[in-house]
């Protein structure tokens, strides 16, 4: 990159040297041969500071004279370019000597680091005098076309192209570097593989460019020559491919012709042996991979000539860097051949139009990564309108759907209410005549004369039927006030056993209840009214389910370690297995008794208001066993009084 900004400043600026190079069908086998020539003035003067002999087997030698007082003294800084020059000799000739003497040797073949100045073209370090001429031999040999450019500066002015060099090798650097970025920007965005093409591309030119101005070779001070073959082959063919991809993706060469990628790849596929064959004649890997360069600008023309056909170019603006890339690469070609003048514009022309084509593919890439933002905030923000539309629709759907379950619920809870005054109602009416009946059939026991057996059993049979209803009457009335929310649970500090002798000093001595406790007291946090109305619900009900109705009834209190359990045992015919999980149900019974259908309702709602349950089980040998279970505040042992009570 430097050599397009001031290297080659000779072809600008007055030239105060003279550039003389060997006749074109002169022979000169070596050094003293190519004196012998030039002192008997077989050497042409040149023009420019270039030279080109197209194609050749022959060694190209130039002369440089620089006359005295030019002002370069004490060092001069010679330059031979460009960098692919395989090896440059550097004679000086001294006046009356025969044999030249050999200075140094550089080129892309010489090892960087056994180069005079370890740099990326050939380049050395000369003394002036300034009293009399200078004059040098340059032997130029090349596996590529025989051509270079000579010229010559001053300390300052090579510093300051140092300066130039590293500024635009720091540039290209970055824009790697932003190509890279971008391309992992946008394929974030839209992962449809442009852009990783168009980074590959980018990538691949810039390596090329490092190769042709000898940085590669710099950077990998490779001593074999076979690995400098092999990575000149491996970069030139990589961006064929870099540019396979990305011209047949951008420019959609398939849907145009289905035959124009295939075609495409097989040139990249061909690259690599036609940089065998090129190394195997002798030549450099470059001019085989030149070679299929020119096959694929041959395709990629015949893709455009197809879109021309149908009235469409994709991508014009790559197409004019394409067209101008390919015209300053023909005026390269002919200037290499001697046709055309051989100065650094027509060497280095092609490569300035690829390096303004790479930073407006840089610039394209920039611009489709910020369009692709704007796409993506834009697509955010549909989606974000959408979904508040979408929210403001789902709360008035909500708040529809809950107005219409509130006024369902509404109607439940008045039909419920109207079913609960009605069974209220009822349960009054039917207590009252089934009290009166009751009372009648009691009175009737008091007649002096005995009632016949028939009479009498049908009286018993009433009087079982009214005691039934009023029982179920009185049940009904208690559950109903129990489902209204003006009932609420108490919780006071409660001390079980104490409580329990009161509960159970509310029933006769003669009813078969006993009572089992622990030696220590245990608090609990409990209603004591619905405590006692549930245990006396589940005391009751096994007395009446007892198997003769005078088996013994037995409460039980076992203390565990976070909760008490109150065990209510009877002997009567016991629980279902498939019964059990529904017992406490409302309104659910086992057998022709409604008694149990409602009081064991009441007591698992007491249990849950207390954080209990209640359970059922088998007891032994025959029975039912209730567990109502409480958690429990903590323990203490009971005083003498109260053991004594």
Not at 78 to 93: E, F, G, H, N, S
Not at 230 to 254: C, E, I, N, P, Q
Not at 485 to 511: A, F, N
Not at 584 to 613: C, K, N, T, W
């Amino acid at each position: 990159m430097s050599m397009i900004f001031g290297m080659h400043h000779a072809d600008t600026l007055p030239q105060p040297w003279t550039l003389r190079a060997s006749a074109k069908a002169l022979v000169i086998q070596d050094e003293m041969h190519a004196l012998q020539h030039y002192r008997q003035g077989n050497f042409e003067a040149l023009s420019g500071p270039g030279v080109a002999r197209g194609m050749s087997s022959h060694d190209l030698w130039l002369a440089l004279e620089l006359p005295a007082g030019m002002r370069l003294a004490p060092r001069a800084y010679v330059t031979v370019a460009p960098a692919l020059l395989d090896r440059v000799d550097l004679y000086q000739v001294v006046p009356g000597e025969s044999r030249p003497r050999l200075l140094a040797s550089s080129g892309y073949k010489v090892q960087p680091s056994l180069r005079p100045l370890p740099l990326r073209h050939a380049e050395f370090d000369v003394e002036v005098h300034d009293r009399r001429a200078s004059v040098w031999l340059i032997r130029v040999q090349s596996r590529l076309y025989t051509a270079a450019l000579v010229s010559v500066q001053s300390m300052g002015e090579h510093q300051q192209g140092e300066l130039i060099e590293g500024f635009m090798v720091g540039v290209v650097l970055l824009l790697g570097l932003v190509s890279l970025t971008l391309s992992l920007v946008v394929r974030y965005w839209s992962p449809d593989g442009y852009a990783l093409n168009l980074s590959w591309m980018v990538l691949g030119f810039i390596s090329l460019m490092g190769m042709w101005h000898g940085y590669l070779r710099l950077w990998l001070d490779w001593p074999s020559e076979v690995a400098v073959t092999v990575l000149d082959t491996l970069v030139a063919s990589g961006t064929l491919w870099a540019f396979y991809r990305w011209a047949a993706s951008t420019m959609r060469m398939k849907r145009y012709s289905p035959w124009l990628p295939w075609a495409m790849k097989l040139v990249v596929l061909m690259s690599l042996p036609a940089c065998a064959m090129a190394v195997m004649r002798g030549w450099s890997p470059l001019l085989g991979a030149a070679a299929a360069a020119g096959v694929m600008m041959v395709v990629v023309f015949a893709g455009i000539a197809s879109q021309l056909g149908r009235h469409r170019i994709e991508s014009p603006m790559y197409l004019l860097f394409g067209l101008i890339a390919a015209s300053l690469v023909v005026i390269k070609t002919l200037a290499e051949r001697g046709v055309l003048p051989y100065t650094s514009g027509t060497a280095y022309g092609w490569l300035i139009a690829l390096s303004v084509a790479c930073f407006a593919l840089l610039l394209d890439l920039l611009t489709r990564a910020m369009d692709e933002r704007q796409l993506v905030r834009a697509d955010r923000d549909r989606l974000h309108a959408m979904l508040l539309h979408e929210k403001s629709q789902l709360e008035l759907r909500v708040s529809d759907r809950a107005q219409a379950l509130s006024t369902a619920n509404e109607a439940l809870r008045l039909t419920e209410a109207s079913q609960r005054e009605l069974l209220s109602m009822a349960s009054h009416e039917f207590r009252t005549p089934a009290a009166m009946i009751k009372g009648t059939l009691d009175a009737m026991e008091c007649v002096a004369e005995p009632l016949p057996h028939a009479v009498a059993q049908k009286v018993e049979a009433l009087r079982t039927a009214s005691s039934r209803l009023i029982f179920l009457a009185n049940k009904l009335i208690a559950h109903d006030r129990w489902r209204e929310l003006s009932v609420k649970p108490q919780l006071r500090s409660l001390w079980v056993r104490e409580w329990l002798l009161e509960v159970l000093g509310d029933y006769d001595d003669d009813v078969p209840v006993r009572l089992k406790l622990p030696p220590e007291e245990v608090e609990v946090r409990a209603d004591a009214t619905l405590l006692k109305i549930a245990l006396q619900t589940l005391i009751d009900n096994a007395l009446v389910h007892s198997a003769d109705g005078h088996s013994l009834v037995r409460v039980k209190l076992v203390v565990m370690p976070q909760q008490i359990e109150i065990q209510v045992i009877d002997a009567g015919p016991g629980i279902a297995d498939d019964d059990k999980p529904q017992v406490f149900e409302r309104f659910f019974s086992v057998g022709p008794d409604q008694s149990r259908g409602l009081g064991l309702s009441i007591v698992a709602a007491v249990a849950r208001m207390h954080g209990g349950h209640v359970t059922v089980s088998d007891a032994q040998p025959h029975g039912a066993c209730f567990h109502l279970v409480l958690p429990h505040q903590g323990l203490r042992t009971p005083t003498e009084d109260e053991h004594a009570d």
